[in-house]
T-cell receptor
Framework: NAGVMQNPRHLVRRRGQEARLRCSPM?????VYWYRQLPEEGLKFMVY????????ESGMPKERFSAEFPKEGPSILRIQQVVRGDSAAYFC??????????????FGDGTRLSIL | SQKIEQNSEALNIQEGKTATLTCNYT??????LQWYRQDPGRGPVFLLL?????KEKRKERLKVTFDTTLKQSLFHITASQPADSATYLC???????????FGTGTRLLVSP
């Protein structure tokens, strides 16, 4: 299966700890997107990355959140000093990104983050 | 501000009927619009993309229309089946913008 892989599927953290969410895009895809889905709310864009570059981080909270997509390895969404309000499902998507902005995005099944 | 509205109430229909879901948008001039399906506990799955110069697009039992004057897209599932039960999301997109901005989604329930 060459789909978008996210891990872990479930992550439990205590307030103040760090959460690291990983995303391996589909083979051949160089564009990665992160979205957050809060309970009973819609999917909200967080950040768009290409290899080694952040292209659009307009949806990222200003503090505690960071994302990277290194030359080698998966994309990482990092949340420092987690708070209860960070509890949500975090989805990663990827696209080839090579032929224009109307490419469908392929989503992983998300990481469900719970903060105790 | 930009707004995307989908039926907030769940849509309940009987198997075999046609389901019609609505996506209205304001303060957008989308070059194209995408529809996704999301099942509980899963990520969205791409279904169809329609461009502003296309009035209608079909794929098997699915049909999407795009009316840039009314600022509306309609999503139809003909001969609906219980397996079509899911939440359906629309995402109008402007040219050059890579991020998806989703509506809140409409939950469809198809009863046998």
């Amino acid at each position: 299966n060459a789909g978008v892989m996210q891990n872990p599927r479930h992550l439990v953290r205590r307030r103040g700890q760090e959460a690291r969410l990983r995303c391996s895009p589909m083979k051949g895809h160089s564009h990665v997107y992160w979205y957050r889905q809060l309970p009973e709310e819609g999917l909200k864009f967080m950040v768009y990355l290409q290899k080694e570059n952040i292209i659009d981080e307009s949806g990222m909270p200003k503090e505690r959140f960071s994302a990277e997509f290194p030359k080698e390895g998966p994309s990482i969404l990092r949340i420092q000093q987690v708070v209860r309000g960070d509890s949500a499902a975090y989805f990663c998507a990827s696209s080839p990104g090579s032929t224009g902005s109307d490419q469908p995005q392929h989503f992983g099944d998300g990481t469900r983050l719970s903060i105790l | 501000s930009q707004k995307i509205e989908q039926n907030s109430e769940a849509l309940n229909i009987q198997e075999g009927k046609t389901a019609t879901l609505t996506c209205n948008y304001t303060n957008y001039s989308p070059a194209y619009l995408q529809w996704y399906r999301q099942d509980p506990g899963r990520g969205p799955v791409f279904l169809l993309l329609i461009r502003e110069n296309e009035k209608e697009k079909r794929k098997e039992r699915l049909k999407v229309t795009f009316d840039t004057t009314l600022k509306q897209s309609l999503f139809h599932i003909t001969a609906s089946q219980p397996a079509d039960s899911a939440t359906y999301l629309c995402a109008p997109m402007n040219t050059g913008f890579q991020k998806l901005v989703f509506g809140t989604g409409t939950r469809l329930l198809v009863s046998p």
